[in-house]
């Protein structure tokens, strides 16, 4: 199935170039796949993975192992960000 | 007592500066800044008074810690009376103007009267005098910095002023120094160009003492310094991306107010984002972003230092504003943006430059635009009276109606007034997105539950700055909680509220409180000033600052039915995102956030509540 995976602020620097000014990419994965299975896929550390979104929803560190992803999903992912 | 104990006293109609001992009882009660300047302000000015008169009273303040090692110890305040919400004002500002008055030694400066002609006042430590500014009145914030530092021979001279909107007496004009940071919200501006008071140039050279225990205080900097540096938001997010790095979060969650509050997405906010200031522009292959900035003593450096595009519409013409300037910070560019549905970057920067260069509130001005774009396109208002067609998403528009506010020219005079009068003006007074007068920033209050309580209960209008519930809703800190839930916000909104009133009463900058809590700051503030200020002192005293606050605007003719949201937010539903059909549920929230107030049903504090906290 296809879901869009978005990096943002420092964790854009993980996306491929021609990503990188809509910081989205549009992502084939299985159809069993986890929030978690991604992340751990994109090799992206534990430290810079702080605020995790699944169609805007937060999606808490401790299901996100589990949280299935399903087929047009957005998948949204920040470094610890703050602003105002 | 680590400050000066000394105001001065600026008689502007009399023409007089007099020295004065600051009331050492009220420093115990309020520490310094914020706190203290209300108490001045609340106890010898009617509250009724009429903002703009001679009668209302303007201060500009300092706390314990502006000046000092402290990091973001550079903070200072206005305070005053505010034109647009007849409440209570305090604006706060950064960059380092703060420092250089806290250096001349003084704790604040009371402007009181109309001067008949207009001045300025020229601080040199101890030295202060009033001196005409008929040569600076009509000209910008920038062009006025500029000629009085020429004037004094003086490159070191610190410059807080008004532009032509503080002139024109725009409601929601602001106080600009070094150029870019301003006392922005709440019409202080307006207050001080009514008072015939131009600018504020100080030069101080007798640093800081009086700090009662040097070597706790290091140490206490010491350690506050590392933990800044060793968080992830203040020593890297902010820095890097600023706080524009929100656009895309609050867009994502579904609480971006856009197009007047009528959407809460915006289909082009990736193009204003903070990601989008550092990608290189097409046209020129440039960054839009050329540096980050920081004020006096801060170690975050949050600040955005940008270049704009020299063919867009806007400057092409105007090579006055090519040049590296201030912005875009996250609620100027949904203010110009989110709000009227313009994803243009290049002109949102422009309008950031005209806010900047001509000293007006952006938060204001971009979201009265909305109501304006709003108003257009129902058919109230006409090209005509315009003069132009204003449809959601026109970038020219956008940049004509900032350029006619910040002269005072046609339309622009109306649009100063602000959302709220331009409404009523118009018989819609439903579709002004304001709390008490005052535009909301960029929060939903339907997305985000505990904003919409922040908002309805804020001593100073719609502002994020009273209560950042934002924290907790979005990003995490200290704690995640559901955005959606209105269980718990009544209590966490207060502990903001009280904490925000302690931070702005210090001379720090609220930023630290990504990383910091009290317990990293009270140590600082216990070793820099005499006397207890215990945890449990300095939560009372925010508390205190708080209903301070309430009180004055009580007895201005503010009541409970005043702590509300407008009907759009109450009454209709967020349309997209995650947080569709959600509506603000004040009703869930303001009973309970009352009795925790130790208010009655009515919103007053009660006699046991003022007894405690001696008020």
């Avoid at chain 2, 000293?359 to 132009?388: C, H, N, Q, R, W």
């Avoid at chain 2, 200020?533 to 005293?541: A, F, H, K, R």
Wanted: aromatic residues 8%; negative net charge; hydrophobic residues 40%.
């Amino acid at each position: 199935m296809q879901i869009t995976l978005k990096l943002f602020a420092s964790l854009s620097d993980y996306l491929p170039d021609t990503a990188r000014r809509t910081n989205s990419l549009l992502l084939e994965v299985a159809d069993d796949c986890t929030v978690g299975a991604v992340i751990e896929e994109w090799a992206l550390p534990p430290r810079m993975v702080h605020l995790v979104l699944v169609n805007g929803e937060f999606i808490p560190p401790e299901q996100r192992a589990d949280r299935r992803l399903r087929e047009g999903d957005a998948l949204a992912i920040w470094p610890p960000i703050a602003g105002g | 007592m680590a400050l000066a104990r000394k105001l001065l006293r600026v008689n502007l109609t009399k023409g007089t500066c007099v020295e004065e001992p600051v009331n050492q009882e009220w420093v115990k009660q309020y520490l310094g800044q914020r706190g203290l300047a209300t108490k001045y302000l609340t106890s010898e000015i009617d509250p009724k008074v009429d903002a703009l008169s001679p009668e209302n009273k303007l201060i500009f303040t300092v706390g314990p810690l502006t000046g000092t090692m402290a990091a973001t110890g550079g903070r200072y305040s206005v305070v005053t009376k505010g034109p647009l919400t007849n409440a209570i004002a305090c604006g706060n500002s950064g960059g380092y103007f703060g420092n250089e008055l806290r250096s001349a030694g003084w704790d604040m400066v009371i402007f009181e009267g109309k001067s008949a002609k207009p001045v300025y006042l020229l601080i040199e430590n101890e030295k202060a005098q009033l001196l005409p500014a008929d040569e600076f009145w009509g000209k910008s914030v920038w062009e006025t910095e500029g000629g009085l530092k020429k004037k004094h021979q003086d490159p070191q001279i610190r410059v807080s002023c008004i532009g032509r909107a503080g002139e024109n007496q725009v409601l929601f004009a602001g106080i600009v120094n070094d150029l870019h940071r301003a006392a922005g919200r709440s019409g202080v501006g307006a207050v001080m160009g009514s008072k015939n008071l131009k600018a504020l140039a100080v030069r101080g050279t007798n640093g800081v003492s009086n700090i009662a225990d040097p070597k706790a205080f290091m140490a206490a900097v010491k350690a506050g310094k590392k933990v800044l540096a060793d968080n992830p938001v203040t020593g890297q997010g902010l820095p890097k991306f600023g706080t524009q790095v929100l656009m895309n979060v609050i867009n994502e969650m579904g609480a971006s107010p856009t197009r007047n509050h009528q959407d809460v997405q915006f289909e082009g906010a990736r193009k204003i984002s903070g990601e989008a200031m550092h990608e290189k522009r097409e046209s020129d292959g440039k960054t839009h972003l050329v540096t980050n900035q920081a004020c006096f003593g801060c170690t975050i450096a949050c600040g955005r230092i940008s270049r704009i595009d020299e063919n867009h519409f806007s400057v092409s013409t105007k090579p006055e504003y090519w040049g590296a300037s201030g912005g875009l910070e996250y609620e100027a560019a949904w203010a110009f943006g989110n709000a009227n549905g313009v994803d243009d970057l290049e002109a949102l920067q422009y309008c950031n430059l005209l806010c900047n260069e001509e000293g007006f509130d952006p938060i204001s001005f971009g979201a009265t635009v909305g109501a304006v774009m709003e108003l257009y396109e129902l058919g109230v208002i006409t090209k005509e009276e315009i003069g132009f067609e204003a449809p959601f998403g026109s970038a020219e528009a956008l940049c004509k109606l900032a350029e006619m506010t910040a002269r005072g020219e046609g339309f622009g005079k109306l649009l100063g007034q602000g959302s709220k009068r331009l409404c009523e003006k118009y018989g819609r007074p439903e579709l002004s997105m304001t709390v008490k007068g005052q535009e909301f920033p960029a929060y939903d209050g339907r997305a985000l539950q505990g904003m919409g309580l922040a908002y309805a209960t804020s001593n100073r209008g719609a502002c994020h700055l009273r209560g950042y519930m934002v924290s907790p809703e979005v990003l995490g800190i200290p704690i995640k909680m559901d955005p959606q839930a209105t269980e718990g916000k009544p209590a966490m909104l207060k502990a903001f509220q009280d904490a925000t009133a302690v931070v702005d009463s210090s001379g720090l900058c609220v930023f630290t409180t990504f990383a910091w809590n009290l317990n990293d700051i009270q140590p600082q503030i216990q070793a820099a000033c005499e006397g207890d200020w215990s945890m449990e002192t300095l939560l009372q005293m925010g508390e205190r600052i708080w209903n301070m606050e309430r009180d004055f605007n009580l007895a201005a003719g503010i009541t409970c039915k005043d702590d509300t949201l407008p009907p759009r937010l109450l009454n209709e539903p967020c349309k997209t995102g995650p947080q569709a059909g959600m509506v603000a549920q004040l009703g869930k929230m303001l009973p309970e956030y009352y009795e925790l107030r130790g208010w009655s049903v009515d919103g007053v504090p009660t006699a046991e509540t003022r007894t405690r906290l001696g008020l």
